[in-house]
């Protein structure tokens, strides 16, 4: 099975500040890598899709991108709203595996 | 608009059985490939099942293989999964989500299922 490992597990920042998540693939997960934000008693949300697309009404200060097997997904400019646990998904091939997801908080 | 609304959850006791549905609407439910995907108390998710949009095809996870079964009834727009054997590592909420070729896009509100004697 594929593994993502994703890291930091938590992060505390400050409003304004960048944010970057970072997956890595065991192997080659081509462009097949997406990214969910989930708040607190809610359901996930994709953010990004195919590494880099945005989805439907996320805010353009969200982005995301890959160096070799190393995914990141990142915030410029981190609004109170953005507080949340942030998860990668590989599907690449079955089974598909979520990292182990990101705590991001305020400073 | 899209809507995925999962039921069937509750307690139940370990070695037993029970059968989650989502029910879709907002969307043509035949055209999409469907998954359920869960998540285990203060942990990260877990992708447990997929379907192809005709039912034909079915994936699992490797912790639910030979005990969960996924299936539609494409002309009753609902999405099932039948849980057999639990254990109280099942014990998640679980959660129904749309696509699969470029997953997921729409979720439900997810179901709690809680393994305990």
């Known amino acids: 099975d594929i593994q993502m490992t994703q890291s930091p597990s938590s992060m505390s920042v400050s409003l304004g500040d960048t944010v970057t998540i970072t997956c890595r693939a065991s192997?080659?997960?081509?462009?097949?890598v997406n990214w969910f934000q989930q708040k607190p008693g809610k359901s996930p949300r994709r953010m990004i899709y195919?590494?880099?697309n945005l989805a439907d009404g996320v805010p353009s200060r969200f982005s995301g991108s890959r160096s070799g097997s190393d995914y990141s997904l990142t915030i410029s400019s981190l609004e109170s709203e953005d507080v949340a646990d942030y998860h990668c998904?590989?599907?690449?091939?079955?089974?598909?595996?979520f990292g182990s997801g990101t705590k991001v908080e305020i400073k | 608009e899209v809507q995925l609304v999962e039921s069937g959850g509750g307690l139940v006791q370990p070695g037993r059985s029970l059968k989650l549905s989502c029910a879709i609407s907002g969307f043509t439910f035949s055209d999409y490939n469907m998954a359920w995907v869960r998540q285990a108390p203060t942990k990260g998710l877990e992708w447990v099942a997929s379907i192809s949009y005709g039912g034909t095809n079915t994936h699992y996870g490797d912790s639910v293989k030979g005990r969960f079964t996924i299936s539609r009834d494409n002309a009753k727009s609902t999405l099932y999964l039948q849980v057999d054997s639990l254990r109280s590592e099942d014990t998640a909420t679980y959660y129904c989500?749309?696509?699969?070729?470029?997953?997921?896009?729409?979720w439900g509100q997810g179901v709690m299922v809680t393994v305990s004697s």
């Open positions: 192997q080659d997960v081509g462009i097949y």
């Open positions: 998904l590989q599907y690449d091939e079955y089974p598909f595996t």
């Open positions: 989500a749309r696509g699969a070729t470029v997953p997921f896009d729409h």
């Open positions: 195919r590494v880099m």
